[in-house]
């Protein structure tokens, strides 16, 4: 077993003597995967964080809400909220800065989300193969799942430096929101856009053949069976990507 077979032979990387068909190894590779999108992800949104200028006015969370700093409130003039109030009600903050701030609060979700989408994905494909006469153990379509993650962990380390590169070319100015959705727009719905596109039915198709052939393998169904189900999960997967 070798992951050159994973790409240009997955029926032999799920051959008998093969460890393809063992849970640990794509345990670790789901593992591997999250890690890898998780990072490019990161990667990229702080890239895109640097191309963002300009300042963005929120609320300072230091000074204390308007109904404790009003005239008529009985706590106005408690030691406790006085200097508070005497702060302003807004900050100017970086825009880049707080992009960041906000975006990468959101990597730990997306690694979660990763393992937690392995057991979903085989719950799926395992259903699906049952409808089809399917045989084998759930660990088993846990196994050949979790190979099908290896695409996606090369498509987002692409991706991601396929979008960096062309943001960290760019700026993007807030100043002018009208502009920065037009610039948004221009820099994703062009040649970088259909890139993106044609790299996730790269991903999707060469999902579809792990899957298809894993389950084939491992589960004693039809290749026609196999590739249906995985077909189809893929391609759920593909259209809630978008």
């Not at 962990?153 to 002018?176: D, E, M, P, R, W």
């Amino acid at each position: 077993m070798s992951l050159r077979d994973l790409l240009v032979d997955p029926a032999a990387f799920f051959a008998p003597d093969a460890r393809g068909r063992d849970l640990g190894p794509a345990f670790a590779a789901v593992l591997l995967a999250a890690l890898v999108v998780t990072g490019a992800a990161g990667a990229m949104l702080y890239v895109a964080s640097t191309s963002i200028t300009g300042t963005v006015t929120v609320d300072n969370p230091e000074r204390p809400p308007d109904w404790v700093c009003s005239d008529d409130s009985p706590m106005e003039n408690d030691s406790v909220f006085e200097d508070g109030c005497n702060q302003p009600k807004t900050l100017d903050r970086d825009a880049g800065a707080l992009f960041w701030n906000v975006a990468s609060g959101q990597l730990p979700i997306l690694f979660v989300g990763l393992l937690l989408l392995w057991p979903i994905l085989g719950v799926g494909l395992h259903v699906l193969t049952a409808l089809g006469g399917g045989e084998g153990s759930f660990t088993r379509t846990l196994a050949v799942t979790g190979w099908g993650f290896v695409p996606t962990a090369i498509a987002g380390v692409v991706g991601a430096a396929a979008v960096s590169a062309v943001l960290a070319g760019k700026t993007f100015q807030l100043s002018n929101p009208d502009a920065f959705v037009r610039e948004f727009r221009a820099v994703f719905g062009g040649t970088l856009g259909a890139l993106l596109l044609v790299l996730r039915l790269g991903t999707t198709a060469w999902q579809v053949a792990i899957w298809g052939y894993g389950l084939e393998r491992l589960r004693h169904v039809s290749r026609a069976a196999g590739f249906t189900a995985a077909g189809i999960v893929a391609g759920l997967l593909f259209l809630l990507s978008l």
